[in-house]
C-alpha cells in the first residue's frame, strides 16, 4: 500500500524550477541582508574611495575594492549591497498593492456583475491602454521623491489593472464549477467560496501575475532610474546604469561599472520566472504528470 | 395533506431577450408545475432530450439560477426569499448528485475535503472521530473505505469512485429530497447497475426522495416511480412511470420509447423517423404546440393553439395534446 505523507514538507513543493528560481531570488536578498555585516556600506557614497579602480582580478586591482570602483569614487560592491534591495522593495510593495487591490476589484467584479462589473471592467481595460511609462515619467518628474517608497507608490497606479482582469477572468470561470457548486450545496458562502475553493485554483496565475507585477515593477522603477528621475541620493540598480551612461563607461571600457547591476536584474526577473512555472506545477497537481 | 417538501409553482425560465438583445428570447422552462411530498419517498423522472430544460430545472431547484416566472416552495416557503438559517436548512435537506463526476471535486483538495466542507456547515458529529464514523458509514453504502480513497487526491480516483464518492457525500447529509442530474450517465454498466440500486435503497431504507434528471428511460423505467416527460421546456406526458413506458398518449412519448433499442440482435429497425431541421421547430416556439413541426398526428389547430395537459388515464396520467380532448383514450 502506497502512503502518503500529509506533512507540510511534501516532496512536491520540492520542484527543480521553484528551487532553482528561489535560491536565485535568495541570492539576491541575501546580497542585501548579509552583505552589510560584511561590508562598509558607507563606502557606496561619493568620494570614499579611490576612482576608477578596476576589480580585483583585473591588472591593478585591489583587495580594499574587489569589484573595483567608479568615476566619483563610489565602491561597487557597496552600491550593489545598497542598491539590490532598495530594488527588490519597490517591485515587492508596488506588486502587492496592485494585487491587494486586483484581488478585491477582480472577486467584487466576478462574484456580483451587473453594474459592479461593467465599472470596474471599463476602468481597468481603460487603465491597461494607457502607456504607463509615459505617465510614470511624467509623475516621477513632478513628485520630489526622498526614498524608494514613494515610487514604488506611483509604480503601483499601474500594477492592479492586470492581476483585477486575471482574477476577474478566473472568478468568472470558476463560479460554473461543479466543486464551486457543491461548496455552495455544502452551505459554504461567498466568501468561503472565494477563499477555499477559488482562490487555490487561481494560485497559478495570481503567482505568475504577482511575480510578473514585481519583474514589471522592478523594470518600471530601473527605467526611472535609468532616466534620472528615481531617488538620486540612494543607490539603486537602474541609478548605478544611469551614472555608467551619464560618464561613458562603455565606452571607457569601465565594464565592471554597467556590468554588475545588469546580471544582478538579470538574476532577479530570471528566478521570479522559474518560480511562476514551478508555482504552476505544485498548484495544479495535474501538471505533474503520473508520479503521484 | 401534508405540505409538500417540494413544490414547483408555474416555473419560467427564459435566456436572452434583454433589452439590446434583438433575438427572441429561448424559453427553457414553460410554467412547469410539480409537487414532490417527503413521505412515501418516491423517485420522480424528469426525461427529456437535450434541451428539454431538464437542467435548467435542476438548477433552479438546486438555488443556482433565479427563475423568471414562478417559485420553487420548500415546505411551503419560497426558496429565492429565505433568510441565511433558512437556506442552510434547505441546502441540508436538499441535496444533489451531478453528472460529471471529474468537475465537481476541486483539484487543489484531497478527497477528505468533500466530506469536511459538509461536517463544518451541517453540524453532525462534535469530535472527529465521530465525524469520521459517520463518513466511513456514508462510503460503505457505496462499497467504499475512507483509508482507501480519503487521503487521496481527486484525479487518482477512477470515475466510478467519485460518483460514488458524491453518493456517499449526499447520503450523509441524511436529505430529504436528492436533485440526481444525470447520475449514470458517465459511468460504465455495472457502476451504472449498483448506483440505481443505491438509490433504490435510500428511497426504501432512508426514506430519501429522488428527483432523477435523465435521457435515459430505460433506467427511469427501472428505479422511477412518477415520470415527467419534457419537450422543449413543457410537459409532454406525466404520470406513473409504468403506465408511462408501457401505454404512452403524447405522439413524441411514443416515439420517444419506439426508439429506445431492444438488446436483440435479430430485431430489424423497421420505424421510419423523419424529423424536420431544428429551425423548423423553433419557429412554432411560442405559438402553438412544440412538438407540431416533428409531430405524425398533427393537426391545423395545434400551429396556433398549445395544448393544455389532458387525463389519459389513472393515476395522475396525463399527456398534452388535443387529441385527448374529449378524454377518450385511444
Known amino acids: ?292 | 395533506m401534508a405540505t409538500p417538501i417540494l413544490q414547483i409553482k408555474n416555473a419560467t425560465k427564459t435566456f436572452g431577450g434583454g433589452f439590446l438583445d434583438s433575438a427572441p428570447p429561448l424559453v427553457a422552462l414553460d410554467r412547469f408545475n410539480l409537487e414532490i411530498h417527503e413521505s412515501p419517498a418516491r423517485i420522480t423522472t424528469i426525461a427529456g432530450e437535450s434541451g428539454s430544460g431538464k437542467t435548467t430545472l435542476a438548477n433552479a431547484i438546486l438555488g443556482f439560477m433565479p427563475l423568471t416566472e414562478g417559485h420553487i416552495l420548500y415546505k411551503g416557503q419560497d426558496i429565492g426569499q429565505m433568510d441565511r438559517r433558512g437556506r442552510l436548512a434547505y441546502r441540508k435537506e436538499v441535496q444533489a448528485i451531478f453528472q460529471d463526476p471529474y468537475e465537481v471535486y476541486n483539484p487543489f483538495f484531497r478527497v477528505q475535503h468533500i466530506f469536511d466542507m459538509a461536517m463544518r456547515h451541517f453540524p453532525m458529529a462534535r469530535t472527529k472521530k465521530e465525524a469520521r464514523a459517520l463518513i466511513e458509514d456514508a462510503l460503505k453504502l457505496v462499497g467504499l473505505r475512507g483509508d482507501e480513497i480519503l487521503e487521496k487526491h481527486p484525479h487518482q480516483l477512477s470515475g466510478g469512485q467519485r460518483q460514488r464518492v458524491m453518493v456517499a457525500r449526499a447520503y450523509m447529509l441524511q436529505p430529504r429530497l436528492i436533485v440526481a442530474d444525470e447520475p449514470v450517465s458517465a459511468v460504465d454498466a455495472s457502476l451504472r447497475a449498483m448506483i440505481l440500486d443505491i438509490m433504490l435503497r435510500l428511497r426504501d431504507e432512508h426514506g430519501i426522495s429522488f428527483l432523477y434528471i435523465t435521457h435515459d428511460l430505460s433506467t427511469a423505467y427501472q428505479i422511477g416511480d412518477e415520470m415527467v416527460i419534457l419537450f422543449q421546456g413543457v410537459v409532454a406526458e406525466r404520470g406513473h412511470t409504468v403506465d408511462i413506458i408501457e401505454h404512452p398518449k403524447h405522439p413524441y412519448v411514443q416515439e420517444l420509447i419506439a426508439s429506445i433499442p431492444a438488446p436483440n440482435p435479430k430485431h430489424k429497425w423497421d420505424t421510419d423517423i423523419k424529423l424536420p431541421p431544428e429551425d423548423a421547430t423553433r419557429l412554432q416556439r411560442v405559438y402553438g404546440c412544440r412538438f407540431y413541426a416533428r409531430c405524425p398526428m398533427r393537426m391545423d389547430r395545434c400551429k396556433t393553439e398549445p395544448p393544455p395537459l389532458y387525463s389519459v388515464g389513472d393515476n395522475g396520467h396525463e399527456a398534452s395534446c388535443f387529441l385527448y380532448e374529449a378524454g377518450t383514450p385511444r
Open chain 1, 1 to 292: 500500500m502506497v502512503r502518503r505523507s500529509v506533512s507540510r514538507y511534501n516532496p512536491e513543493w520540492l520542484n527543480k524550477k521553484l528551487v532553482i528560481g528561489g535560491s536565485m531570488i535568495l541570492v539576491v536578498v541575501l546580497i542585501g541582508l548579509v552583505g552589510p555585516l560584511f561590508w562598509n556600506t558607507d563606502l557606496a557614497y561619493v568620494g570614499s574611495s579611490p576612482r576608477s579602480l578596476p576589480p580585483i582580478w583585473a591588472l591593478k586591482g585591489n583587495i580594499a575594492h574587489p569589484l573595483g570602483t567608479e568615476n566619483m569614487g563610489r565602491d561597487m560592491l557597496a552600491q550593489l549591497i545598497v542598491g539590490t534591495p532598495s530594488s527588490l522593495k519597490v517591485g515587492l510593495i508596488a506588486a502587492s498593492i496592485g494585487l491587494g487591490v486586483g484581488l478585491v476589484l477582480g472577486s467584487l467584479a466576478g462574484y456580483m456583475g451587473g453594474k459592479v462589473d461593467n465599472i470596474i471592467r471599463t476602468l481597468a481595460d481603460s487603465a491597461t491602454t494607457i502607456p504607463s511609462l509615459a505617465v510614470l515619467v511624467v509623475i516621477a518628474a513632478h513628485v520630489r521623491m526622498q526614498d524608494t517608497t514613494v515610487m514604488a507608490l506611483i509604480l503601483a497606479l499601474f500594477a492592479w489593472p492586470h492581476p483585477t482582469r486575471i482574477v476577474r477572468a478566473q472568478v468568472l470561470t470558476l463560479r460554473e464549477r461543479g466543486y464551486v457548486r457543491m461548496a455552495i450545496l455544502s452551505g459554504a458562502n461567498a466568501f468561503e467560496v472565494m477563499f477555499i475553493e477559488m482562490l487555490p485554483n487561481m494560485l497559478p496565475w495570481l503567482a505568475a501575475s504577482y511575480t510578473g507585477g514585481i519583474s514589471g515593477a522592478i523594470l518600471g522603477a530601473t527605467g526611472l532610474e535609468v532616466l534620472g528621475l528615481g531617488p538620486a541620493r540612494v543607490p539603486s540598480l537602474g541609478l548605478i546604469i544611469n551614472q555608467a551612461t551619464g560618464a561613458s563607461a562603455l565606452m571607457r571600457g569601465l565594464y565592471w561599472w554597467w556590468m554588475p547591476p545588469i546580471l544582478i536584474l538579470m538574476i532577479i526577473f530570471t528566478g521570479f520566472f522559474l518560480i511562476t512555472m514551478g508555482l504552476d506545477e505544485i498548484a495544479n497537481p495535474r501538471l505533474r504528470g503520473v508520479k503521484a
